[in-house]
């Protein structure tokens, strides 16, 4: 789902350095809870565009909203309305092209709601200056980083600030941070903890769902016709919390946790 056209990789007057991939998103992307930031009032009903995941889906959308190069900074009536997804699978597309090893990670990021953690898309990618994946998130602009008081560099998103769904749920097994502090507005629990440890795992395979997708195991969860069974979760989070490329793929092969390869399998509940 994060693969460009190749007319577009082959653009050289796009930023090759992820700062400079970042800040182009600012000027493309604009995320639908933000509307009243930038002077736009609120919507009742999202956008049909928010539902997009292909990125080649949402390059065809910024065109039809306006014909301009990517570089070009757009006014917010003519970005793309999108949620924290959209930031971090164009981004990592971007870097992608430009040759950079990315991912995009599903988790919780503890900088919009003070004592919470919230549902939060973001990518990583290798910094082979420093030799190591970096956090970024592409969403955080500088009219969001005024409005939630941030102090540290959203292209390098310190230690703690953000956790990846295996992460959250190994910390939240150990005791080390409440359930109850993990989710969206009043939706929240250890469910939802449940449900990023899978969305990140498809993620790391490249099937970068939307937030509100369900499919397997989640849909099963999500209808109440199984319980959430946490020894089940842990084997996966200890898979992805391993690192290890063979074993998040081999996790990743079980039916239950396996994008279908038909999407119209996946129930969209938004």
């Known amino acids: 789902m994060t693969r460009l056209p190749v007319g577009l990789v082959n653009d050289e007057r796009l930023p090759t350095d992820a700062d400079g991939l970042r800040e182009m998103l600012h000027g493309l992307v604009i995320h639908t809870d933000m509307l009243h930031l930038y002077g736009m009032s609120r919507q009742d009903d999202p956008p049909a565009e928010i539902h997009l995941r292909p990125v ?10 306006a014909d301009l190069p990517m570089i070009v900074t757009r006014p ?5 309305q999108g949620s924290c997804r959209h930031f971090a699978v164009l981004l990592s597309a971007l870097l992608r092209a430009r040759g950079t090893p990315s991912r995009v990670r ?3 990021a503890s900088y919009f709601e003070p004592g919470l953690w919230e549902d939060h898309w973001i990518v990583e990618y290798w910094n082979p200056t420093d030799e190591r994946w970096q956090l970024a998130d592409g969403e955080l602009d500088p009219v969001e980083v005024d409005e939630y008081d941030i102090t540290f560099d959203p292209g390098d998103l310190p230690d703690g600030a953000f956790l990846p769904g295996a992460t959250a749920w190994r910390r939240y097994r150990r005791g080390d941070l409440d359930g109850d502090l993990f989710g969206f ?9 449940a449900g990023a440890v899978i969305r990140d795992l ?15 195991l989640l849909d099963e969860w999500d209808r109440g016709r199984l319980t959430v069974d946490p020894s089940y979760v842990d084997v996966i989070a200890e898979a992805v919390g391993r690192g290890e ?4 793929r081999e996790v990743y092969r079980r039916p239950e946790l396996a ?3 038909d999407l119209s399998l996946v129930r969209a509940d938004r």
């Open 185 to 193: 507005g009043n939706n929240r629990g250890s469910v939802l903890i």
């Open 76 to 80: 917010p009536q003519r970005r793309l």
């Open 202 to 216: 498809a993620a790391l395979n490249k099937h970068e769902m939307l937030p509100w997708d369900y499919w397997g």
């Open 259 to 261: 994008v279908p390869g």
């Open 106 to 108: 599903a988790g919780f």
């Open 56 to 65: 080649t889906e949402m390059l065809t959308a910024l065109r039809e909203k």
């Open 245 to 248: 490329v063979a074993g998040i």
